[in-house]
Nanobody
Framework: QVQLVESGGGLVQAGGSLTLSCAAS????????LGWFRQASGKEREFVAA????????YYADSVKGRFTISRDNAKNMMYLQMNSLKSEDTAVYYC????????????????WGQGTQVTVSS
């Protein structure tokens, strides 16, 4: 059974940095896309970034491109989201997820989700 556990969230000032981690277990992910999503209070969950596990191809939302970096450690089955130049609008609960079927950019394409970690950016 696939399990995803996020960590690393917290409170940070605008302009600061934070790195989120996602521990993935339950199977090998060599043929999977894994992604980061976020959901701000009162808003829909939205795509942030994704990575193809084996080859390392990356995909980003326009809103985070150039500021966030997604990466993975194959040996540890860990995925990361390095977030730099954080803005107040980045405040949200961040989730990692495994793509089941469909577009890497689509929330509905992901079938396994972690419990989320809160990121709060103070201005």
């Amino acid at each position: 059974q696939v399990q995803l556990v996020e960590s690393g969230g917290g409170l940070v000032q605008a302009g600061g940095s934070l790195t989120l981690s996602c521990a993935a277990s339950g199977r090998t992910f060599s043929r999977d896309f894994l992604g980061w999503f976020r959901q701000a209070s009162g808003k829909e969950r939205e795509f942030v970034a994704a990575i193809y596990w084996s080859a390392g191809n990356t995909y980003y939302a326009d809103s985070v491109k150039g500021r966030f970096t997604i990466s993975r450690d194959n040996a540890k089955n860990m995925m990361y989201l390095q977030m730099n130049s954080l803005k107040s609008e980045d405040t949200a609960v961040y989730y990692c997820a495994v793509l089941v079927s469909g577009s890497v950019y689509s929330t509905g394409a992901y079938g396994y989700w972690g419990q989320g970690t809160q990121v709060t950016v103070s201005s």
